[in-house]
């Protein structure tokens, strides 16, 4: 039985896997990663072996296999072993981008379009067919049938022939073809043949040998004088001879050490590029890894420094956008259980079940000083003034300390657990929550009792609303309690079926927000105590917070999701995932981020208007409590091993601004103007001013300019900002007069054709799926000229001074916009859905099917191409007003790279297709359309890496080297190297 290997991208797993389930039906040993590796065991070393013991080597084929770096590895293992390889295509790919070992090899194809059971059959036949066989069978068929025809004995098999003949026939009985009856007649008669012809030779030579021996002694004495004669003369020469030999051989020998010092440089040059290789494949697969972006990036820095490669350089880039400046690294002995900035925004107080409660610089992370309790702390808390630090233990001690110097000013003891303490905040009260369900209050000015507030249970929770009116608990009963501390009114809130881990106030004070075990989050009317709405989750809620207007806010709970609510109606509007039980959420200062942490040992920081993962930050505990800074440069957490990190998180794209739409957001362009926005959704059109960008977020307000019963495909807007055209997705295409509000439908395709203005704001241009390019007036909607036609489907179209391109399979056209007549043809492989013009027409980009990015550059009327790009699949594509930057819009991120050498400068991290871009008049601002939210980005803030930036950046976003276990694990017995100079090595 034939033992087959399979190599595949994972993104073709659902494929291969029926493939590989086939094949086992029809009782092939087939080797699989998914259940042949055991645990624990190296996944790329068992796989090279598993190449090693099979007989066949299968290469399933698409794009994204073909870019896999661990594929190509198992490519090459495959060959240098000598194994037969089968290429099976599952996905059209540019055989350029193909691994030579298999580009050259006859390819099987069982793609969506093809018959999967002829595919197969001619993969049995791949696989089980003995090609030395058949080609015998065939040679030894050709020359029977002539003997048989010809019946002359000198075509009969002879010598060597006929034992390789007798030997292919022995081992041939169970392959296919059979021999036929010819054949083995053919064979029989040589057999007999040649038996026949060697006794006769026998006979003869016997008889001939006889006489040899008479004839050699008669002859021998008299030869025997003359041979001595000519011994010496042959002597001379024969040294002659060698001497020349001997001069020829050390010339050999020299040419083939130079050989070999060659062949050796070229040897350890391979050795070098495989092992950068193995580090980039590992890097790659720690990536996906939850937590493991360290260890991914620092095998990504050792594949660099033995030989860069693309492929490493992306690994750097993706973490480097996920990473976060390290700042400080500290530690208490056990749980930080809390953690709060300081009023003046420049340091922070940990408390910790070590039984200490630390202040922390905020910039440098240096201590400026711990207190020490008899028990853990649970809570610390600055005044409003940021002179004191008050804080709770487990004893039942509650301490009063200088914030400045942590000298001790007060203490008291109530002999029971203080899980919570609060300052007022007028700075007047310090409210300690203990275990007996008591609220103590103390007058800070006198340090004296000023009153207790009751309920029923062990308070583990507290609040002061922020206008100081009202504070609010809730109890390990589940019972929600308010207190008016004005007019002395007690209200009784909503009661959770369990205990109330978290609550907070809205930012007016008006609203209260609690969760608890029983996985609900309850919204509470504070004038009244009322449930206005409650929410539920799949598991209990740990954490809660509002946003800092108040009009949504965030619950985390252990079934792994971060979920964002509109405050008024208690609706779902952003769902996040992570990897394990969340313990704690806060929300950056100006309301853009999301930080969470919890027990899969991450921090993540999320984007807040779409749910995009920015950060994801490893972790060596479990996250307990989380913090930005005032102004929200910076990220603090604490972990249940009393670890304290603190991040800069400064490097976050610069969202200035965004808005949200009730279905997802298709499109989004600015007026050439500057004036005004043109944002859609799946069926509406708006126009935003620029007074409504600059001072509104949110919910887009206000009716739309258009609505449609088909979805919109495309908005573009003319270069003189005067007309809106607009595309759906059954073929309507229709303008719309900005300054009339008014809209006509040019014409209805029987397909979605691409659309463009011309320069000068006259024509409609537009492209369809029978190959027309037709110019329209804009003024009356009528068809002025066709400007192509019998041409293929019309993928895309781009405009740009008075040049037309024109998207075909495998080529571009540029026309004249206003004849046109043909000013240039442009070859380039697949199919252009995508194309943009720098402003001014000197560079075209076009994306092709496969993942490429090509941009030209234009010379009078002829186009070079100036870059090939490797990409992930393009959504949309524009230039920066300058034309130094390509903007590339992709699934999750929008990537910024320089046209002139190719290279990423930046990426910005989206969540899900980025479906539009456009840029401000000016180019400072980026508009960004993906999932339900329209968001602008400053540019000019965006952090730039060129390529030789990576290597650093990258170091400056570790804390340290690999320590000695982790080098040997990856690199076995190879000398120890610190890969970043300005880290530690453990």
């Given at each position: 039985?034939?033992?087959l290997?399979?190599?595949?991208?994972?993104?073709?797993?659902?494929?291969?896997?029926?493939l590989?389930d086939?094949?086992?039906?029809?009782e092939f040993?087939?080797?699989?990663?998914?259940e042949?590796?055991?645990?624990?065991?190296?996944?790329?070393?068992?796989?090279?072996?598993?190449?090693?013991?099979?007989d066949?080597?299968?290469f399933?084929i698409?794009?994204?296999?073909?870019?896999?770096?661990?594929?190509?590895?198992?490519?090459?293992?495959?060959?240098?072993?000598?194994?037969?390889?089968?290429?099976?295509?599952?996905r059209?790919?540019?055989?350029?981008?193909?691994?030579?070992?298999?580009?050259?090899?006859?390819?099987?194809?069982?793609?969506?379009?093809?018959?999967?059971?002829?595919?197969?059959?001619?993969?049995?036949?791949?696989?089980?067919?003995?090609?030395?066989?058949?080609?015998e069978?065939?040679?030894?068929?050709?020359?029977?049938?002539?003997?048989?025809?010809?019946?002359?004995?000198?075509?009969?098999l002879?010598?060597?022939?006929?034992?390789?003949?007798?030997?292919?026939l022995?081992?041939?009985?169970?392959?296919?073809?059979?021999?036929s009856?010819?054949?083995?007649?053919?064979?029989?008669f040589?057999?007999?043949?040649?038996?026949?012809?060697?006794?006769?030779?026998?006979?003869?030579a016997?008889?001939?040998?006889?006489?040899?021996?008479?004839?050699?002694?008669?002859?021998?004495q008299?030869?025997?004088a003359?041979?001595?004669?000519?011994?010496?003369?042959?002597?001379?020469?024969?040294?002659?001879?060698?001497?020349?030999?001997?001069?020829?051989?050390?010339?050999?020998?020299?040419?083939?050490?130079?050989?070999?010092?060659?062949?050796?440089?070229?040897?350890?040059?391979?050795?070098?590029?495989?092992?950068?290789?193995?580090?980039?494949?590992?890097?790659?697969?720690?990536?996906?890894?939850?937590?493991?972006?360290?260890?991914?990036?620092?095998?990504?820095?050792?594949s660099?420094?033995?030989?860069?490669?693309?492929?490493?350089?992306?690994?750097?880039?993706?973490?480097?956008?996920?990473?976060?400046?390290?700042?400080?690294?500290?530690?208490?002995?056990?749980?930080?259980?809390?953690?709060?900035?300081?009023?003046?925004?420049?340091?922070?107080?940990?408390?910790?079940a070590?039984?200490?409660?630390?202040?922390?610089?905020?910039?440098?992370?240096?201590?400026?000083?711990?207190?020490?309790?008899?028990?853990?702390v649970?809570?610390?808390a600055?005044?409003?003034?940021?002179?004191?630090?008050?804080?709770?233990?487990?004893s039942?001690?509650?301490?009063?300390?200088?914030?400045?110097?942590?000298?001790?000013?007060?203490?008291?003891?109530?002999n029971?657990?203080?899980?919570?303490?609060?300052i007022?905040?007028?700075?007047?009260?310090?409210?300690?929550?203990?275990?007996?369900?008591?609220?103590?209050?103390i007058?800070?000015a006198?340090?004296?009792f000023?009153?207790e507030?009751?309920?029923?249970?062990?308070?583990?929770?507290?609040?002061f609303?922020?206008?100081?009116?009202?504070?609010?608990?809730?109890?390990?009963e589940?019972?929600?309690?308010?207190w008016?501390?004005?007019?002395?009114?007690?209200?009784?809130?909503?009661?959770?079926?369990?205990?109330?881990?978290?609550?907070?106030?809205?930012?007016?004070?008006?609203?209260?927000?609690?969760?608890?075990?029983?996985?609900?989050?309850?919204?509470t009317q504070?004038?009244?105590?009322?449930?206005?709405?409650?929410?539920?989750?799949?598991?209990?809620?740990?954490?809660?917070t509002?946003s800092?207007?108040?009009k949504?806010?965030?619950?985390?709970?252990?079934?792994?999701?971060?979920?964002?609510?509109?405050?008024?109606?208690?609706?779902?509007k952003?769902r996040?995932?992570q990897?394990?039980?969340?313990?704690?959420?806060?929300?950056?200062?100006?309301?853009?981020?999301?930080?969470?942490?919890?027990?899969?040992?991450t921090v993540?920081?999320?984007?807040?208007?779409?749910g995009?993962?920015?950060f994801?930050?490893?972790?060596n505990?479990?996250?307990?409590?989380?913090?930005?800074?005032?102004?929200?440069?910076y990220?603090?957490?604490?972990?249940?091993?009393g670890?304290?990190?603190?991040?800069?998180?400064?490097?976050?794209?610069?969202?200035?601004?965004?808005?949200?739409?009730?279905?997802?957001?298709?499109?989004?362009?600015?007026s050439p103007?500057?004036?005004?926005?043109?944002?859609?959704?799946?069926?509406?059109?708006?126009?935003?001013?620029?007074?409504?960008?600059?001072?509104?977020?949110?919910?887009v307000?206000?009716?739309?300019i258009?609505?449609?019963?088909?979805?919109?495909?495309?908005?573009?807007?003319?270069?003189?900002?005067?007309?809106?055209?607009?595309?759906?997705?059954?073929?309507?295409?229709?303008?719309?007069?900005?300054?009339?509000?008014?809209?006509?439908t040019?014409?209805?395709?029987?397909?979605?054709?691409?659309?463009?203005?011309?320069?000068?704001?006259?024509?409609?241009?537009?492209?369809?799926?029978?190959?027309?390019?037709?110019?329209?007036?804009?003024?009356?909607?009528?068809?002025?000229?066709?400007?192509?036609?019998?041409?293929?489907?019309?993928?895309?179209?781009?405009?740009?001074?008075?040049?037309?391109?024109?998207?075909?399979q495998?080529?571009?056209l540029i026309?004249?916009?206003?004849t046109?007549?043909?000013i240039?043809?442009?070859?380039s492989?697949?199919?252009?859905q995508?194309?943009?013009?720098?402003?001014?027409?000197?560079l075209?980009?076009?994306?092709?099917?496969?993942?490429?990015?090509?941009?030209?550059?234009k010379?009078?009327?002829?186009?070079?191409?100036?870059?090939?790009?490797?990409?992930?699949?393009?959504?949309?594509?524009?230039?920066?007003?300058?034309?130094?930057?390509?903007?590339?819009?992709?699934?999750n991120?929008?990537?910024?790279?320089?046209?002139?050498?190719?290279?990423?400068?930046?990426?910005?991290?989206?969540?899900?297709?980025?479906?539009?871009?456009?840029y401000?008049?000016?180019?400072?601002?980026l508009?960004t359309s993906?999932?339900?939210?329209?968001?602008?980005?400053?540019?000019?803030?965006?952090?730039?890496?060129?390529?030789?930036d990576?290597?650093k950046?990258?170091?400056?976003?570790?804390?340290?080297?690999?320590?000695?276990?982790?080098?040997?694990?990856?690199?076995?017995?190879?000398?120890?190297?610190?890969?970043c100079?300005?880290?530690?090595?453990p």
């Open positions: 039985m034939n033992k290997i399979v190599s595949y991208s994972r993104k073709d797993s659902t494929v291969a896997r029926k590989i086939t094949l086992k039906k029809i040993d087939v080797w699989v990663d998914w042949d590796i055991p645990p624990a065991v190296g996944w790329l070393e068992e796989i090279l072996r598993g190449i090693e013991e099979s066949v080597f299968v399933l698409s794009p994204d296999s073909v870019a896999s770096e661990v594929c190509n590895v198992e490519i090459g293992h495959a060959a240098k072993n000598n194994k037969r390889i089968i290429p099976i295509v599952l059209d790919v540019d055989p350029k981008t193909v691994n030579p070992i298999v580009r050259d090899l006859n390819w099987i194809f069982i793609r969506e379009q093809d018959d999967f059971n002829e595919g197969l059959e001619k993969i049995k036949v791949a696989i089980t067919l003995d090609i030395e066989w058949v080609q069978h065939r040679r030894l068929q050709v020359r029977a049938l002539e003997w048989e025809r010809k019946k002359d004995p000198s075509l009969l002879r010598g060597n022939d006929l034992r390789s003949a007798r030997r292919m022995a081992s041939a009985e169970k392959n296919d073809p059979k021999p009856n010819l054949q083995l007649v053919y064979i029989d040589s057999y007999r043949n040649e038996t026949r012809r060697t006794t006769l030779w026998v006979a003869a016997t008889a001939l040998l006889i006489m040899i021996v008479l004839s050699v002694t008669a002859v021998y008299s030869r025997k003359s041979a001595n004669e000519k011994l010496a003369q042959e002597q001379k020469i024969l040294a002659q001879k060698n001497e020349k030999l001997a001069q020829k051989n050390a010339e050999i020998a020299q040419e083939n050490a130079d050989a070999a010092i060659k062949n050796q440089e070229i040897a350890e040059k391979n050795q070098v590029i495989a092992e950068a290789q193995r580090s980039a494949a590992r890097a790659q697969i720690y990536q996906s890894k939850v937590g493991g972006l360290y260890i991914s990036t620092l095998l990504a820095l050792d660099m420094r033995r030989s860069p490669s693309q492929e490493a350089e992306d690994i750097l880039r993706k973490n480097i956008s996920l990473l976060p400046v390290p700042i400080a690294q500290m530690e208490q002995s056990d749980i930080i259980n809390a953690l709060e900035i300081s009023p003046s925004g420049d340091s922070f107080v940990t408390a910790s070590d039984g200490t409660a630390c202040v922390w610089e905020l910039q440098d992370g240096k201590m400026r000083f711990c207190v020490d309790s008899p028990d853990a649970e809570d610390a600055f005044s409003p003034d940021g002179k004191i630090i008050a804080t709770g233990d487990v039942g001690e509650v301490m009063i300390v200088d914030a400045q110097t942590g000298e001790l000013q007060d203490t008291f003891n109530y029971i657990p203080i899980w919570d303490v609060n007022s905040p007028d700075g007047k009260s310090l409210a300690v929550a203990r275990d007996d369900g008591r609220i103590t209050f007058a800070l006198t340090r004296k000023e009153f507030l009751l309920t029923f249970g062990g308070l583990y929770v507290t609040a609303s922020p206008n100081g009116t009202w504070i609010a608990a809730g109890s390990n589940g019972t929600i309690t308010f008016n501390l004005r007019d002395g009114r007690v209200l009784t809130g909503p009661s959770h079926r369990g205990e109330v881990f978290e609550i907070a106030f809205s930012p007016d004070s008006s609203k209260l927000i609690s969760g608890g075990s029983d996985s609900f989050a309850f919204m504070v004038s009244n105590g009322a449930k206005l709405f409650q929410i539920t989750n799949e598991d209990w809620v740990e954490d809660l509002f800092p207007d108040g949504w806010f965030v619950t985390v709970s252990d079934d792994q999701r971060i979920r964002i609510w509109d405050t008024a109606t208690g609706k779902e952003i996040m995932l990897d394990s039980f969340l313990s704690s959420v806060e929300i950056s200062p100006n309301g853009q981020w999301l930080a969470t942490t919890g027990y899969d040992k993540r920081v999320w984007n807040a208007a779409t995009a993962e920015m994801q930050i490893p972790i505990g479990d996250g307990n409590v989380l913090a930005f800074s005032k102004d929200g440069k990220l603090i957490s604490g972990d249940q091993i670890e304290i990190h603190v991040w800069d998180i400064s490097a976050l794209p610069a969202s200035t601004n965004y808005f949200q739409l009730e279905s997802v957001a298709s499109n989004v362009q600015y103007s500057g004036d005004w926005i043109a944002v859609s959704d799946e069926k509406q059109v708006w126009l935003l001013n620029k007074n409504q960008i600059a001072t509104q977020s949110g919910i307000q206000g009716p739309p258009l609505s449609f019963d088909a979805f919109i495909e495309e908005i573009i807007v003319s270069p003189d900002s005067k007309w809106i055209g607009v595309t759906t997705d059954e073929g309507e295409v229709v303008l719309y007069n900005v300054a009339a509000r008014s809209k006509r040019v014409e209805k395709f029987e397909n979605v054709p691409a659309i463009v203005f011309s320069s000068d704001s006259t024509r409609l241009i537009t492209g369809d799926f029978d190959g027309y390019v037709q110019a329209w007036d804009v003024t009356n909607g009528e068809l002025l000229l066709d400007l192509l036609s019998n041409e293929t489907e019309i993928m895309s179209l781009a405009s740009a001074a008075d040049q037309l391109a024109v998207g075909l495998d080529k571009l026309l004249d916009v206003q046109g007549d043909t240039a043809v442009i070859d492989p697949g199919d252009h995508l194309m943009a013009f720098s402003q001014g027409g000197s075209l980009a076009a994306n092709n099917t496969s993942g490429q990015i090509y941009i030209w550059q010379q009078g009327d002829v186009f070079y191409l100036l870059r090939n790009i490797p990409s992930e699949q393009a959504t949309s594509m524009i230039f920066n007003p300058h034309g130094d930057r390509l903007l590339v819009g992709a699934l991120n929008v990537f910024v790279i320089d046209p002139f050498t190719g290279g990423e400068i930046t990426r910005i991290r989206h969540k899900d297709t980025v479906s539009g871009m456009s401000s008049v000016d180019g400072n601002t508009a993906s999932l339900k939210a329209i968001q602008f980005w400053d540019m000019q803030k965006m952090s730039q890496f060129q390529r030789d990576l290597i950046a990258a170091c400056n976003r570790l804390t340290q080297n690999f320590d000695a276990a982790q080098w040997t694990t990856f690199f076995g017995e190879e000398p120890y190297q610190v890969l100079e300005n880290l530690p090595v």
